[in-house]
């Protein structure tokens, strides 16, 4: 097989990988825009609650900032916001060029 297959076929297996666990976060946050909370807050709390349900497990990253706004929506920087609101929290943290990644500790020293 030729290296150039080889590689789109690895890239095709890792993209669908990466969907399904994609169509898994979008089941998880729902925005209501006749909400009084405001979206970036409706993000964050979805995600607060799904890693201290244990659904998103310590370690694990988050979808693409780009990736939220497609699916739910809604502005950059109304995600940029709610991960920089979890940021500033201690639930998730950042590393450049790799996204954002679920940070357990803060839940660990509220239990």
Known sequence: ???KMFTYLNYL???FVKSAI???YLKLVAIDE???IPPY???ADAIMKSVEDEVIVDGHNLPFIHDFCVALDVSKNTIEKAFNSLKRDGFISSYPGKGYFIFRTKLRQQA
């Open 1 to 3: 097989m030729p290296y």
């Open 13 to 15: 297996i890792s993209y």
């Open 22 to 24: 994609f169509v898994n």
């Open 34 to 36: 006749n909400s009084m």
């Open 41 to 43: 807050r409706q993000l």
